[in-house]
């Protein structure tokens, strides 16, 4: 690492009110989240593995929420931030 980088690294973790090492490993733990969840499948046993856990975390027994309430209250949401006019 160049003496300029490592300044201007310190710099930013102390204005985050980290320690330099803190900060490093966090900005290393923000890089392999943004590795992991751009990384692409393999193969076909990693897709579905893929759908699988997708499909254990639905609780199937629900029904599917009416589209036409969801746009209706997104339209009201968009008119409590409107002015009176």
Sequence with gaps: MSDDDQVRYRQQAQLEGLSFSAWLRAAAQERLERMRSSR????LDELS???ALCNAGEDS???????E??????ARSRQRGLPKT
């Design 40 to 43: 692409r499948f393999r193969s």
């Design 49 to 51: 593995a893929f759908f």
């Design 61 to 67: 027994h629900e029904p599917e929420p009416d589209w």
């Design 69 to 74: 309430r969801h746009k209706a209250a997104i």
